[in-house]
């Protein structure tokens, strides 16, 4: 329950089945690790009970897999659910595998491929034979947008009728008002009202897309010395990229806010002109319908689900994966126009406010259940 996307979709999954439909959900997850921050604190307020499988860890290795596949049967034989709604690539094979043994239905949410670009072709293959086998033990499919259900498809993973289609939904509310005053955050990261901040929400880490960023910086910072950027979040690559920005001597074009919590990434983005997503593989990033429902023209490479919220001339530029030509291009448009900011922001903001609602998300997820619970075994 490290802070991600797929997390937050997870709990608010959890949440809200609990709180709005009255069912009795538990939580089953590994321990916390890495730098990204923890939703444990918040899941353990939930009012329903949170299970810590000790060996279901983020790393690969047979022996840990094989006990948590076994502490996962245990627990699921005490806990006697009527379904089990899994996410995530490894967990949702090994969730999958021991709710099968169980003779339980599955749920299984796609938030990203298991298998995707980037990947060593040995893992990549790997996954795929999993995913595979995992598929033969799904009730269905939940995808976050239509591009993982062709994905998947397209690797010979289910049948069309396996998959519903419900995007990962968040409190929309904060971005539409932000609690803190644009002019207060943005003095707090040192940056003025002139100032034309781009900015970029997501894990220091690799595939995420920040190289781009970089390579394109001393561009755009040329074509309008206005140009801030700010990079949320934190990760193991912080180190690495401040050396790069220090070495193109561009230090005080760049702000980091380090690890913040999901709450304050509403204020974050109010604080914002421009909101960039450069990474080389998603499944839909949340960043993007947040930074439109916040108003926010969004530039982003054409990737996972980015082009159904993405739309070009209408949202925001949508370009080639790692096209940095591009994508400096569409900044400096941007940067330099800023009805045009206004005009992207608000259309985004009037098609996708509604349905990114959490509440609408679990709604979906809800006829789900209830279509697999009421299907044949």
């Not at 003779?103 to 938030?111: F, S």
């Not at 919220?309 to 030509?325: H, K, Q, S």
């Not at 922001?345 to 979906?364: I, K, L, N, P, V």
Request: charged share 20%; proline share 6%.
């Amino acid at each position: 329950m490290i802070i991600g996307g797929a997390q937050e979709n997870t709990l608010h999954t959890v949440e809200d089945q609990h709180h709005l439909h009255g069912d009795e959900v538990s939580l089953i997850t590994g321990p916390e690790e890495g730098p990204e921050g923890s939703l444990l604190p918040r899941a353990r307020e939930g009012g329903f009970p949170v299970h810590i499988v000790d060996s279901m860890r983020r790393s690969i290795g047979l022996w840990n897999e094989w006990r948590a596949y076994r502490d996962l049967c245990r627990l699921l034989r005490e806990i006697k659910p009527e379904l089990v709604h899994t996410h995530s690539s490894k967990a949702g094979i090994l969730g999958r595998a021991a709710a099968a043994s169980c003779g339980i239905p599955v749920v299984h949410t796609i938030h990203g491929a298991a298998f995707h670009y980037g990947q060593n072709p040995l893992a990549y293959h790997a996954y795929v034979r999993a995913e595979r086998w995992a598929a033969r033990r799904t009730s269905h499919f939940i995808s976050v947008c239509d591009d993982m259900t062709r994905e998947y498809l397209a690797a010979g993973i289910g049948s069309p009728e396996n998959y519903s289609t419900v995007y990962s939904g968040f409190d929309v509310q904060p971005f539409l008002q932000p609690t803190c005053p644009r002019s207060e955050v943005r003095s707090r990261l040192g940056l003025n009202e002139h100032d034309v901040v781009i900015g970029k929400v997501a894990r220091l880490f690799h595939l995420k897309g920040h190289e781009f960023i970089l390579a394109i910086a001393p561009q755009v910072i040329a074509a309008n010395p206005r140009v801030k950027f700010l990079f949320v979040g934190d990760g193991l690559l912080r180190t690495q990229i401040e050396q790069q920005i220090a070495n193109l001597g561009l230090t005080e074009h760049f702000r980091f806010t380090g690890l913040v919590p999901p709450t304050q990434i509403p204020e974050l983005m109010g604080a914002m002109d421009i909101v960039v997503h450069a990474s080389q593989w998603e499944g839909l990033a949340r960043v993007l319908p947040q930074g439109l429902i916040a108003g926010k023209p969004v530039v982003a490479y054409d990737v996972g689900g980015a082009r159904e919220v993405v739309i070009p001339g209408e949202t925001g530029f949508l370009l080639p994966r790692n096209d940095t030509a591009d994508l400096a291009a569409a900044l400096i448009t941007l940067a330099d126009d800023p009805a045009l900011r206004s005009r992207f922001g608000s259309t985004g903001r009037e098609r996708f406010a509604d349905q990114f609602r959490h509440e609408f998300m679990t709604q979906r997820i809800r006829e789900v259940y209830q279509r697999v619970l009421t299907a044949p075994r």
